[in-house]
């Protein structure tokens, strides 16, 4: 009955190389997330979509590329592969609502080990 | 001036101790607050909301103040358990549910 699920846990891959990963929530949620946290902790959202369409898109090398089937999945491909994007990518989703509200709250998968070699 | 700023830590206090963190926001137009707590190698879990009146959740408390644009978290009676990375988030409002974190501030309770 996990919320929030992502695959692969770890990935360990060479530069240049090609990878995908694909995150899937059962909350019934319209906002899915891609987050990535460094080597320092800083936890930076990538990309946010709604219902499928994309909302968010901070500035992200066009080298990683989300994808959001329906909006229980939100899947992140990433093209030749860089050591600078070795980190942790988590994703995330919450209840679309109104501002203020505790529906905001953003339920996080466990995140996906990347080690560019 | 960063958007979301929070003391790294660590805070290292003995068991039973109250601590207290602090985050800083630059966007007077934020929306909404939050703490999340993060153990090592784990996702970010939500610990609490912070509201305008500020709340309580047992032996955590938060609170925002909007003129000087922080929220604070305090923990009495520190256990154990409660080591861990807390972040703080802000919704900076503007439509979509774009909330940023700060970088977290790491406790260690030790016994």
């Known amino acids: 009955d996990t919320a929030v699920s992502q695959t692969p846990k770890y990935l360990v891959t060479q530069m240049g190389n090609d990878k995908s990963i694909k995150c899937e929530q059962n909350?019934?949620?319209?906002?899915m997330y891609w987050y990535k946290q460094d080597s320092k902790k800083f936890l930076k959202i990538m990309f946010s979509y709604n219902n499928k369409e994309l909302i968010i898109n901070e500035t992200v090398p066009n080298r990683f590329s989300p994808k959001s089937p329906d909006k229980a999945h939100l899947n992140l491909h990433i093209n030749s592969l860089e050591l600078g994007d070795s980190a942790v990518y988590f994703c995330?989703?919450?209840?679309?609502?109104?501002?203020?509200?505790?529906?905001?709250?953003?339920?996080f998968g466990p995140g996906t080990r990347l080690l560019v070699l | 001036r960063k958007e979301v700023e929070q003391d790294p830590g660590p805070f290292n206090v003995p068991e039973g101790a109250t601590v207290a963190f602090n985050c800083t926001y630059s966007?007077?137009?934020?929306?909404?607050f939050f703490w999340y707590r993060q153990d090592c190698r784990k996702e970010p879990k939500l610990l609490m909301s912070v509201y305008s009146s500020g709340n309580e959740d047992g032996r955590f408390t938060a609170q925002l103040n909007r003129a000087s644009q922080y929220i604070s978290l305090l923990i009495r009676d520190s256990k154990l358990s409660d080591s861990a990375t807390y972040l703080c988030a802000v919704n900076m409002g503007g439509g979509y549910q774009k909330v940023t974190f700060g970088t977290g501030t790491k406790l260690q309770v030790i016994p």
């Open positions: 966007n007077s137009a934020s929306q909404s």
């Open positions: 995330a989703s919450s209840q679309e609502g109104l501002a203020g509200g505790y529906e905001e709250t953003q339920y």
């Open positions: 909350l019934g949620h319209d906002t």
